[in-house]
């Protein structure tokens, strides 16, 4: 089957079998960010995209299921050169140890502080409870959420001014 979708700002025709999923699909397209770390059974995040600015779990969403939907995976952030300010928050607080599960906590992130720049700690909790990381305790990732709130609220104000 095709249908058409927007990934990560472009309008792209996707050919796909009506049971791929979303997960397959992003990896044969050459979008490598999304990864697998679980038996693709929704319990560990690391496939997580955004779904109309909402996260999803790619590995148990059918393909079809986003057509004429707007996606955004980690290479709709930023890269190395240009890095989204949450990217580099994590960057900085050195939550990126093995990187497996940075993919999917850095776009959780980012529709945690569409929704709420300025996040309590049970509102980051909450956000991040679907993404497994087994490298960093979890304490610099909350540090690099709390950086990156800090640092959009200031690029908003600058802006504002
Ligand atoms: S690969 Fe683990 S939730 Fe999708
Ligand atoms: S940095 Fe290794 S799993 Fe999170």
Do not use: W
Not at 118 to 131: D, F, K, M
Request: glycine content about 8%.
């Amino acid at each position: 089957m095709q249908f058409s979708t927007r990934i990560n700002g472009v309008t792209r025709k996707i050919d796909c079998e009506p049971y791929e999923t979303l997960f397959d699909v992003l990896r044969r397209i050459g979008l490598k960010g999304v990864k697998q770390g679980c038996d693709r059974e929704g319990t560990c995040g690391a496939c997580t995209v955004l779904l109309d600015g909402k996260p999803i779990f790619s590995c148990i969403t059918p393909a079809p299921k986003v057509a004429d939907r707007e996606l955004t995976t980690i290479e709709g952030l930023g890269d190395v050169t240009n890095p989204h300010p949450i990217q580099q928050a994590y960057a900085d607080a050195g939550a990126v140890q093995c990187g497996y599960c940075s993919p999917g906590m850095i776009l959780a992130t980012k529709a945690l502080l569409d929704v709420h720049p300025q996040p309590t700690r049970e509102q980051i909790a909450q956000a991040l409870s679907g993404n497994l990381c087994r490298c960093t305790g979890y304490v610099k990732i909350f540090d690099a959420v709390r950086d990156a709130a800090a640092t959009l609220q200031q690029e908003k104000q600058d802006h504002e001014r």
